[in-house]
């Protein structure tokens, strides 16, 4: 059940890349992942080539656990403790070092990931402190500011490539902000699912869309000349981008049917699994930047039961990406981040739920070249105080910019805007993730 508070409201090193997989499947907890299916994403990759991939070669892969996610039951359990929630823990493949033991497949990947365990935001409405997660900067009426994903397409996106440089999979759509129409994003409701509106409608062929398209071209010049220049370029640009899209072959990255069943399974049949595998598919083949979102974590009641299901999706799904990220050499270059708003209350209502906390929480990040198998900043035991400095949203925007080769000091606002940098200059990158520091 959500909270019915208005501001509680969501909406929506070196080994061969076989015996990688052979060791990662071999590794304790990692039950799903048998040395079958290894086999089975090596003879997926080894059919699909690279899927025709150009365009972007750093992408980012954002999970985003909509209405925020008890760190409690995920990433930083407090077993024992008044605060724990009654939670066991799952050792990971790094010594000292727990997840939940909802988490068991990640536990097994640790390794390649890393967890910050001291993020802190400082706004603790939904509306609000997803915008800053998303934005980087606290939002503002005074500028439109794009979010993540709009900002690595920007940076890392190939503009002539015939798929959409940012796609967004569920959840609410993101805002492009002052960076435009070229780079808002492609949306899609259900990946299980064929996307509307991307055929010729019966009749109508290329040649004859052709003429159609020159006949608007005409049309429109007089409203060009009074001004509507402009506006008839953003048009221009979407009508373009619609018909690249319509035309090419790599459209087949939509379409997951061409996925054996057992890879279905691996990631999870539910929307956000399916979401993720999507995900994976279009970053092999050049899109820039994917977000996928996961429902639910907004457990102001009964958060122990609803947490343990919203695990059982993210498990699979993010410890599948990273394995078939890895045996298709896409994981040093696609950098995957899973978060939410803000983190969870230490203490339990009666409701049995957790509230809005936004003083600490959880952020998850695997791939992109980082240094794996360590939590960044920690919590006291039970969880009500960071004994260390918390990390800020402009911190993590930093690291990713860093991490991905974003150049996150230009200004690129619009004449007559506030000059605003890509990324908060409040920002610094957490030097321990970074490989080169």
């Known amino acids: 059940m959500a909270c019915s508070h208005d501001s509680c409201r969501t909406t929506d090193l070196p080994l061969t890349r076989r015996s990688w997989l052979a060791r990662v499947a071999a590794a304790g907890g990692a039950t799903w992942l048998a040395p079958s299916l290894a086999d089975l994403f090596v003879q997926s990759a080894s059919a699909q080539g690279d899927g025709g991939r150009t365009g ?28 724990g929630g009654g939670i ?19 536990a097994a990947r640790a390794e390649q990931m890393a967890v910050i365990r001291s993020f802190r935001s400082s706004e603790g409405s939904h509306a609000r402190a997803s915008d800053l997660a998303h934005f980087g900067y606290t939002p503002t009426p005074a500028i439109a500011f794009p979010t993540i994903g709009a900002i690595v397409a920007h940076q890392l996106g190939d503009g002539d490539h ?13 805002s492009s902000g002052y960076l435009g129409v070229d780079v808002a994003p492609f ?37 060009v000349g009074r001004g509507g220049g402009d506006a008839a370029r953003r048009h221009d640009t979407q009508r373009q981008r619609a018909r690249r899209l319509m035309d090419t072959e790599l459209i087949s990255a ?26 994976r598919r279009l970053v092999e083949r050049g899109v820039a930047a994917v977000e996928v979102t996961l429902r639910g974590w907004d ?41 939410g708003e803000f983190g969870r209350t230490p203490t339990t209502n009666a409701s049995g739920g957790r509230d809005h906390w936004p003083q600490n929480g959880c952020v998850v990040l695997a791939g992109g070249g980082l240094r794996g198998g360590q939590a960044i900043g920690a919590t006291d035991a039970t969880g009500e105080a960071l004994v260390t400095p918390p990390t800020s949203i402009a ?36 030097r321990e993730l970074l490989r080169n520091s």
């Open 56 to 83: 972007a070669n750093k992408h980012l892969i954002l999970l985003w656990l909509a209405g925020g996610p008890s760190q409690f039951e995920t990433f930083d359990p407090k077993p024992g403790t008044p605060t």
């Open 395 to 430: 911190d993590l925007f930093a690291t990713v910019a860093a991490l991905l080769g974003v150049q996150g000091d230009k200004d690129l606002t619009p004449p007559g805007t506030r000059p605003t940098s890509l990324v908060d200059p409040l920002g610094r990158p957490l």
């Open 299 to 339: 457990t102001h009641v009964d958060n122990l039961p609803t947490t343990r299901n919203l695990c059982g999706e993210l498990d699979p799904a993010l410890s599948a990406l990273i394995d078939d990220l890895a045996q298709r050499d896409l994981l040093d270059d696609t950098l995957v981040v899973a978060m």
């Open 187 to 223: 949306f899609v409701r259900d990946p299980g699912k064929k996307i509307d509106n991307l055929n010729y409608r019966r009749g109508v062929d290329a040649p004859r869309l052709d003429r159609r398209e020159q006949l608007r071209q005409v049309l429109e010049q007089g409203f």
């Open 254 to 279: 939509f379409d997951l049917a061409t996925e054996p069943d057992a890879v279905h399974d691996a990631y999870g049949r539910g929307r956000f699994g399916q979401g993720v595998l999507l995900a």
């Open 162 to 174: 015939p798929l959409p440089p940012f796609v967004q999979v569920d959840g609410l759509v993101s």
């Open 88 to 106: 066991n823990i799952r050792p990971t493949a790094t010594a000292g070092w727990t997840f939940s033991q909802w988490l068991p497949n990640l």
